[in-house]
């Protein structure tokens, strides 16, 4: 998959260090997850609330990845990422040494969890803008696969909780952010090819076009899934099968873990196959995993499987929207991903949200991951629509001149 042609196309230092800043970001992003078990029960939180505690930051960081997005394309992804994470860094550290001391406080910190969300809309075109057409689905896939954090902070904070306390934990998390942040500063570097800066509302200007909302739409169910699920998990499995908050912990990693490691697995499908076909697949896989885990599995191991297979779908389906992203919009990249990621956590606030209204309201959780699954079969049925004008249209050069496969 990593061939001679790719690792001399970009550059791989960039490439590693938008890994791992993005890792670490989404670590801290869904961190209220994990942790959501102990914090509920310090609280008295009931399932609604719970519901909205891991929602925040994930509305939060799809608002900032539309300013994100825009700095990128102004100032320049890396300028842009530093100052994201001394922001997140200065947020947890104040956050730790004044203490949470409500639920609103919980809210106020997903806020600020929010800014590390918003690393997806940096570190994807800080990767992109190295590398060719040709490459673009592995390259994305790569740093995109830095949703593993989110299983990092599933594997470790619940025990890190039960151990220091939720509270510490909080704080410990800027140790490896500040690890993240000096590889960044030292290794990550702008491609020499990024546009000159624009007036501001000129970037808005993709808004006008009809592929902008159809990405959007599409990135909404693929990773508003993925980090729906990622941030809900924990407390589903203690919840519907009476796990512990560690070994629930265990198993959302082990999903988070299948769906992260695919993206890049997809965005290569993507490269050989095409973004359009692979993603139709997704979808039907997306739909069918769940609809499957909306109903009670009789074994927990069995609603791992499922939640499993779920997961790689849309993980693969991230990995794919980004392979026809830069596509369409190559100069723009900056403010369109910022655009699509936005949508991708508005998906992952609905989710999350919805799974904690339906248990409030129902006891279950089965009306939330049905509407969700409702929303896949609407993407498929978008996607072929709009495919045939895509192939059309998209394919430029005399490089690609019959073969549409890409798209």
Known sequence: MLSRSFLKAGHTPTLLSAFLYFDLSFMVWVILGPLGVAIAKDFALDAAQKGLMVAVPVLA??????????????????????????????????????????????LILGVVLGVAGASFAIALPLASRWYP????????????AGNSGTALAALFAPGLAQAYGWNNVIGLACLPLLVAFVVFLICAKDAPNRPAPKALGEYLDVL????????????????????????????????????????????????????????PVGGAIADRFG??????????????????????????????????????AL?????????????????EIGVVTGLVGMTGGVGG???????????????????????????????????TGVKARWRRTWIAGPEAAGSPSRV
């Not at 990995?319 to 026809?324: D, E, I, N, R, S």
């Open 61 to 106: 960081g799809a608002l900032l990845r539309l300013a994100a997005g825009v700095l990128v394309d102004h100032i320049g992804p890396k300028r842009t990422g530093i100052l994201a994470q001394l922001v997140v860094l200065a947020g947890l550290s104040a956050a730790w040494f004044l203490g949470v001391h409500s639920y609103h406080h919980v």
């Open 133 to 144: 057409p040709e490459h673009q689905g592995l390259a994305l896939g790569i740093a995109g």
């Open 208 to 263: 006008k076009t009809a592929d902008a909302w159809w990405l959007m739409l599409l990135y909404g169910v693929t990773f508003g899934g993925f980090v729906g699920l990622s941030s809900s998990l924990t407390i589903y499995f203690n919840a519907e099968y009476g796990l512990s908050p560690v070994t629930a912990g265990f198993f959302t990693a082990a999903c988070v873990f299948a769906g992260s490691f695919i993206r």
């Open 275 to 312: 973004g359009v076909r692979t993603l139709t697949v997704v979808y039907m896989l997306a739909a069918l995993g769940l609809a499957l885990a909306s109903f009670h599995a009789p074994s927990v191991w069995i609603a791992l499987l499922v939640l499993l297979f779920s997961m790689m």
């Open 315 to 331: 993980g693969a389906g991230n990995g794919a929207v980004f392979q026809l992203a830069p596509q369409r919009f190559g100069k």
């Open 349 to 383: 606030f609905y989710l999350a949200a919805s799974l904690g209204w339906a248990k409030q309201a129902t006891g279950s959780y089965q009306a939330g991951l049905l509407a969700f699954a409702g929303l896949a079969l609407i993407a498929l049925v978008c996607l």
